[in-house]
């Protein structure tokens, strides 16, 4: 019998520092997440991150918190109980850290008797610290606790004609009747380095102005790419010139060199550069979440007014939208039922 798993980042279970630190210690000592050996992550995060990182985590979770819970957990809950509703195959829904955890997500289907299952990572591009480490964390539980189960994978969405489709229909919605001089589109940055190990040609990636845009099979992994494609694809649909917009990459931890441009560094400079009103969107999350409500709907927000900005517009992700839950229902429909008729 076939069935889902919806997963998504997932969140600490309050916005205390007691909380946010074990689920920090969780997500950063992940091996795709920071990639180094693990004596020198452990010293990294446990010695050093973890020893302030909790209490100034938890004070940006507190201003975004609901009353329900994260906002990435309940928003993603709203989106499986609707897709649920939409498809004929058992759906449960997990997080990478923290919980529902992925034990439960696939123990709740194998009790429902599902021996198939459709693993969805809730991320429009591929990473390694986003895609890769749920895709590695399933597979050792499947070998662990369920290994007569088959798993079958949903590989990134960014250049899909729905996905593209429907994040066009939504940034047209909010743009509407609002005269913006620029849309920035704002994904979660990553480090240089993640672009170079997931280059399976192990030459194409230079990370410079031309490779992303050099067709490869680098790209089928390539975090940069895939952003810059979604970017493309996006404006392309919407008819916005060039110069009135841009891509930049927000979220990123003080070490390493991460993806630039910037997102901090680019909104800070746009007032000087005449734009006065502008509306950002954030397409590497398919959910509202820290990222987007604090650091972008907040905290770019203010920046860019501080240095002389007018208006600000935080687009909402698509989130459990109706067109958003139909397409991803139909994408499940259709391998429930291509698999139904070669079975
Ligand atoms: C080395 C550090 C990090 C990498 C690499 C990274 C990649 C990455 N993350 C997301 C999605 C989300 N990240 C979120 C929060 C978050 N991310 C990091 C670090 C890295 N992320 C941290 C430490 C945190 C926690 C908050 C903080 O202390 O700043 C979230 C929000 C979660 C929530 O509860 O709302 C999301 C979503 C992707 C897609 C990605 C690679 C492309
Ligand atoms: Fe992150
Ligand atoms: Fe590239």
């Not at 928003?75 to 919980?99: C, F, Q, T, W």
């Not at 404006?235 to 979220?251: A, D, R, W």
Request: proline content about 6%; hydrophobic content about 35%.
């Amino acid at each position: 019998m076939k069935g889902v798993l919806l997963v998504n980042l997932g969140s600490p279970e309050s916005p205390t520092a007691k909380d946010v630190k074990p689920y920090l210690d969780e997500f950063l000592m992940d091996k795709y997440v920071i990639d180094v050996p693990f004596l020198l992550r452990a010293l990294l995060v446990r010695g050093i991150i973890l020893q302030t990182r909790p209490k100034k985590s938890a004070a940006a979770y507190a201003k975004i918190w609901w009353d329900e819970g994260s906002p990435l957990v309940v928003i993603s809950k709203r989106m499986h109980e609707k897709v649920e509703k939409l498809v004929d195959v058992p759906v449960s829904l997990a997080m990478r850290y923290g919980n529902p955890s992925l034990l439960s997500g696939l123990q709740e289907l194998h009790d429902k008797g599902v021996n198939e299952v459709l693993l969805f990572p809730l991320y429009p591009q591929h990473a390694m610290a986003s895609t890769t480490t749920i895709l590695e964390l399933a597979e050792e539980l499947r070998k662990k606790h369920f290994p007569e189960m088959k798993f079958t994978i949903v590989p990134a969405f960014y250049n899909k004609p729905d996905y593209i489709k429907n994040l066009a229909d939504s940034i047209k919605g909010h743009l509407d009747g609002y005269d913006y001089d620029h849309l920035l589109f704002s994904y979660h940055g990553i480090p240089e380095r993640h672009i170079r190990k997931t280059d399976i040609t192990k030459s194409h990636c230079k990370i410079d102005g031309s490779c992303c845009n050099t067709p490869s099979p680098a790209h089928e992994f390539c975090y940069r790419h895939q952003c810059y494609e979604t970017t493309k694809q996006v404006v392309k649909l919407l008819g916005i010139p060039e110069g009135k917009y841009s891509q930049t990459f927000q979220s990123r931890l003080a070490g390493d060199k991460w993806l630039t441009p910037y997102t901090d560094v680019e909104v800070n400079k746009m007032p000087e550069k005449g734009i006065k009103k502008l509306a950002v969107v954030t397409p590497a999350f398919v959910s509202d979440c820290l990222e987007t409500l604090e650091e972008i709907a907040m905290e770019a927000n203010h920046e860019f007014k501080k240095h002389g900005g007018e208006e600000f517009l935080a687009i909402p992700c698509l989130n459990d939208s109706d067109e958003w839950c139909t397409t991803v229902s139909n994408w499940i429909s259709e391998w429930a039922t291509v698999e139904k008729s070669i079975a």
